[in-house]
């Protein structure tokens, strides 16, 4: 969700960059599922589209968008890490008729194939840039006016205070999930990196320039594969984590045992889902 990292502010992304990330994404995918297709319909894609996607990873999201588009639709997927742009290309092999063209790029230094653009989107990617709400000006700059834009990011700090209050109220097993929300966020502020522009994301666009702004906002219930998703996380970051000094190794394999002895079930929700559209 959420390999090179900068100690200072970086424009390169600290998650995702590893083919062994794929795993993690595809369950990621499952979860932003819903979130992901009501986006979509919000957008209206037609099915000649030229859709830019900024950071299209293994290609999971960019399956939801191609299956939107016909054979005259192009899908330009970007992304800096060619291993991944190639688990998408397989991934999206026969799920629909539309091109897909892999850019090789870095989606901080906006480049040409934004150019005849109808629709840009992205999910769970611009908390990977540093000053992302900056990165929206930029953008509302290169692209044409009634281009359409859509994105969805988590957020991980807002529900905090409920796991703060359900730990008062007895409820001591959910400390694990807090400690992995506080966590995260104090990675990606030490990496420079923008973990809560989901929350204030329809602020930022509309500030940015852009019109018709529209914000849904649901959570993400902890169930099974959410703990799954946030066991890989811990195998992912691991380094980084002893690198900073955000946990040790020992915290670490703590952590991961408190959430498989978590009980089986839904649990509170860990992070929050900003579904947004607006057009340019």
Request: some cysteine.
């Amino acid at each position: 969700m959420f390999d090179c990292l900068s100690m200072s502010v970086s424009n390169e992304y600290v998650l995702g960059q590893s083919t062994a990330a794929a795993e993690r994404l595809d369950i990621q995918d499952a979860q932003f599922a819903p979130a992901s297709e009501a986006m979509l319909d919000a957008l209206n894609l037609e099915p000649t589209d030229r859709v830019v996607e900024l950071g299209v990873g293994a290609g999971g999201f960019s399956r939801r968008v191609i299956r939107r588009l016909g054979p005259e639709g192009v899908l330009v997927g970007v992304d800096r890490t060619v291993g991944l742009l190639e688990q998408a290309r397989r991934n999206l092999t026969g799920c629909g008729t539309a091109r897909f063209e892999p850019v090789v790029a870095d989606i901080s230094s906006l480049g040409p194939w934004l150019e005849g653009a109808n629709a840009v989107v992205c999910r769970t990617v611009l908390h990977h840039l540093p000053m992302a709400e900056a990165f929206l000006g930029r953008l509302h700059r290169a692209l044409r006016p009634g281009v359409r834009v859509g994105f969805i990011e988590p957020e991980f700090r807002a529900l905090l205070g409920r796991f703060t209050a359900l730990e008062g109220a007895g409820r001591t097993e959910l400390a694990v999930l807090r400690n992995w929300a506080e966590g995260i966020t104090r990675f990606y502020e030490q990496a420079g990196l923008s973990p809560g522009v989901g929350a204030t994301l329809a602020w930022a666009l509309r500030g940015a320039g852009f019109k018709d702004v529209k914000l849904e906002a649901t959570e993400c219930p902890t169930t099974e594969t959410v703990v799954q998703n946030l066991l890989l996380y811990y195998d992912e970051i691991r380094d980084k984590y002893l690198s900073m000094g955000i946990m040790t190794a020992e915290e670490i394999d703590t952590q991961k045992e408190q959430l498989q002895a978590l009980p089986p079930g839904e649990h509170p929700a860990i992070w929050g889902i900003y579904q947004v559209t607006a057009t340019a």
